[in-house]
């Protein structure tokens, strides 16, 4: 669906972009990650053909957005941070202009009526925007995004400044728009990333440092892959029958917790098997219930953090990739048409 090849954008001397290349397949739900300034927005900016690239190419089901400009946006749909609305129309007179600005060629009134039934604005159809909470503007804001019913979805920042509750039905309604849509999301808070995205890409002083899915990533990065276990059932049992799991290497107890009879372990297998299925039938079995089951490998937001701090190693963590990347300057800032 998206092809980005060797893209490059420098300003002066000093580099946003550099050399980035990967690819989105068709129906993937893709996290784009990288700290303010590391070139995130400046590529999704080149991607949209908001900004032309200094080198490099940008597909979009098949279409270059700088030589075919116009049917290659016609596959992109597009909510930046700050949503682009209009806040003294109502939804639908904004709606309504925003169909006719982008030459939609449906039929008008079903096809917003259809949209705004999938992101939940019918009951506000009639209502002036400004008079509008921030999570209703927001999915105003992704409404006007899906006119066209484009194939690729980008959506940046989609829950900045909502609450928890309007957070979790964004979320919710980013999952359901992943069935239908190709979507790149770039956000800040890490576990809803983490919890809507197959694969994610981070991105440091504009170079790719990493592309996988966040388990892979995870694997790779962590250098300790035990499991801590609670376990509701006698210790010593408890102990021999995790000491007998296959390819069990070493089982530690910690003690008791909580109250009688719960009791807590480190355990560890030769060559990182996992034994969780196998573990649970055998606890099962002897009603001996587990209580909770936590992994010592790193989180994505641990991840995000090594591959992004100051000492970070050059070397890219990509799926099938043994290339290295050198440092390059930090990337300009906003005054000098950097990314923000």
């Known amino acids: 669906m998206l092809e980005v090849q060797h893209l490059t954008k420098t300003y002066g001397e000093k580099r946003a972009v550099d050399d980035i290349s990967f690819s989105v397949s068709r129906g993937e739900i893709l996290g784009f990650l990288g700290p303010n300034g590391a070139g995130k927005s400046t590529t999704m900016n080149i991607i949209t053909g908001y900004l032309s690239s200094t080198s490099g190419t940008v597909l979009v089901d098949g279409f270059d957005i700088l030589a075919d400009p116009i049917k290659a946006k016609s596959k992109i749909g597009y909510l930046p941070e700050h949503p682009p609305l209009y806040l003294d129309m109502t939804v639908a007179e904004y709606l309504d202009f925003m169909f006719d600005l982008k030459r939609v060629r449906v039929p008008k009134k079903a096809h917003i009526s259809e949209i705004c039934e999938l992101v ?24 006007q995004a899906l006119l066209g019913n484009p194939d690729l979805l980008i959506l940046d920042e989609p829950t900045v400044g909502l609450d928890p509750k309007q957070i979790i039905e964004i979320r919710t309604l980013i999952k359901e728009l992943g069935e239908r849509h190709t979507v790149i999301l770039s956000s800040h808070i890490l576990p809803e990333v983490q919890a809507v995205c197959e694969r994610v890409i981070v991105i440091n002083r504009g170079r790719l440092v990493a592309d996988d899915t966040p388990d892979n990533l995870s694997h790779a990065m962590s250098t300790d892959h035990k499991l801590t276990v609670r376990i509701d059932g006698p210790e010593e049992k408890v102990l021999a029958l995790l000491r007998g799991l296959p390819s069990m290497l070493e089982v530690h107890p910690l003690g008791q917790r909580e109250r009688d009879g719960v009791y807590e372990y480190t355990i560890e297998t030769e060559n990182n098997t996992d034994v969780r299925r196998e573990m649970f039938r055998r606890l099962a079995d002897r009603s001996w219930p587990i209580l909770s089951l936590r992994s010592s490998e790193m989180s994505l937001e641990d991840i995000f953090l090594s591959l992004t701090s100051d000492n970070a190693s050059a070397a890219p963590l990509l799926s099938g990739s043994s290339d290295t990347a050198d440092a390059v300057p930090e990337e300009p800032d906003a005054s000098t048409g950097g990314d923000n």
């Open 120 to 143: 939940r604005i019918s009951d506000v159809y009639g209502r002036l925007i400004k008079n509008l909470s921030k999570g209703y503007r927001q999915r105003v804001g992704v409404a």
